[in-house]
């Protein structure tokens, strides 16, 4: 069982900068492969990101590529998204989520169904 908590939201202007942290609990998150989610008010939950657990390889929404980043440290067994260039579209909940990936160190997965843990969610806000 793996516990996720996100953390990092808040309320920022357009164009500015956010670093969201997904810090994981209950067991070693080292090899499971991780997502980025949001879901805007009234609309459906959409991908944002995802990188294997080896880091090695990421993928992201077309939306975002080119102003977020993903990465993980294994030793602090935490993801972040790194935000720049916000715009208020970004308002959303933004969720993470994991999925045990022993099988390969370049699995990366954008399929929300194909992730078995989830955290609560930190609100991003983005005025204009």
């Known amino acids: 069982q793996v516990q996720l908590v996100e953390s990092g939201g808040g309320l920022v202007q357009a164009g500015g900068s956010l670093r969201l942290s997904c810090a994981a609990s209950?067991?070693?998150?080292?090899?499971?492969?991780t997502g980025w989610f949001r879901q805007a008010l009234g609309k459906e939950r959409e991908f944002v990101s995802a990188?294997?657990?080896?880091?090695?390889?990421?993928y992201y929404a077309d939306s975002v590529k080119g102003r977020f980043t993903v990465s993980r440290t294994t030793a602090k067994n935490t993801v972040y998204l790194q935000m720049n260039s916000l715009k208020p579209e970004d308002t959303a909940v933004y969720y993470c989520?994991?999925?045990?990936?022993?099988?390969?160190?370049?699995?990366?997965?954008?399929?929300?169904?194909?992730?078995?843990?989830w955290g609560q969610g930190t609100q991003v806000t983005v005025s204009s």
């Open positions: 989520a994991a999925t045990p990936a022993e099988f390969s160190d370049l699995y990366v997965e954008k399929a929300a169904r194909k992730y078995e843990y």
């Open positions: 209950g067991r070693s998150f080292s090899n499971y492969a």
């Open positions: 990188i294997s657990w080896s880091g090695t390889r990421t």
